[in-house]
């Protein structure tokens, strides 16, 4: 993948909602990308098993979730990515996306990395908020152990204090160094983790300056960027998404960045039986 296309866009709502809202978000996003000549990978995830408060909308549950995204995958026709919490759910889950993600939260959790990657799908390993772009190696080795290296790296942002991230733009170069393709997270990476009284809360008038100086540096393959049609009425992480609306406009940056950048310096995302 990536052989004809200056980069990849991994998008879409961060929970599945709804299926009418993924299968149009999907539509737009694969719309957009094509017609910007950008690889779309539609993204939304069936459980976050990760919200701050118990009562936080989680998502419809494995089962319900991936009947939604194998008719996302059929009828919009490009390929999906969704994460998983537990190593009983990667098997399942393999079946039916294109890419599994382990969540930043969890790189670290070896059952988790190892059960992901023994699927033999590319696996979107997101760099922990706590780690160094350096340790990821570790990470990915574990994964590599299985015999699948169809391993990709996400930078998200690196604790700053509390209720803050910082991007180090050096890291997405480090990450690089370690043979994988590397993708840039534009919007979670303007979160604010647990800052709005129970919920995280987010600075998304940052997405386009990172989004913009992450491409600059000739190392990312792909873009990760939640959008929804409308955020302040998204269920999860609203406050740093991208409101879909914008997209085409972030992508018109983006490419004309990579019309400038060397040729060839991008490594390609691995190939999914739903890929260009």
């Known amino acids: 993948m990536l052989k004809n296309y200056p980069f990849a866009l991994i998008s879409g709502s961060c929970v599945i909602e709804s299926e009418q809202l993924c299968l149009d978000v999907a539509g737009e996003v694969a719309r957009i990308a094509k017609q910007l000549g950008v690889l779309p990978i539609f993204k939304a995830s069936y459980d976050k098993a990760n919200r701050t ?83 990821m190696a570790y990470i990915a080795q574990k994964a590599v152990s299985t015999g699948n290296s169809k391993i990709m790296l996400t930078e998200r942002g690196t604790t ?26 534009a919007t979670h990476s303007v979160q604010t983790p647990g800052g709005a009284g129970g919920a995280s809360g987010g600075t998304p008038e940052f997405i386009f300056p990172l989004a913009r100086a992450a491409a600059a540096t000739g190392a990312v393959s792909a873009f990760f960027v939640e959008t929804h049609p409308k955020p302040a009425e998204a269920l999860s992480d609203g406050p740093n ?36």
Do not use: W
């Open 160 to 185: 700053f204090g509390y209720h803050d991230l910082v991007v180090d733009m050096r890291s997405l170069l480090r990450l690089a160094e370690l043979g994988y393709p590397v993708v840039f997270d």
């Open 53 to 135: 408060q118990l009562e936080n909308f989680r998502g419809p549950g494995r089962e319900k979730g991936l009947q939604i995204l194998a008719k996302v995958r059929k009828e919009i026709g490009i390929p999906v990515l969704t994460d998983i919490h537990l190593p009983e759910d990667a098997a399942p889950v393999a079946e039916v996306v294109d890419f599994l993600q382990i969540p930043a939260f969890l790189c670290r959790q070896t059952d988790l990395v190892v059960a992901a990657a023994k699927t033999g799908k590319p696996v979107n390993i997101k760099k922990g908020q706590f780690m160094a772009p350096e340790d």
């Open 241 to 276: 998404m991208l409101p879909l609306s914008l997209l085409p406009n972030l992508l018109e940056e983006l490419v004309k960045i990579y019309e400038a950048l060397p040729k060839g310096k991008t490594k390609p995302l691995p190939s999914t039986s739903n890929g260009e």
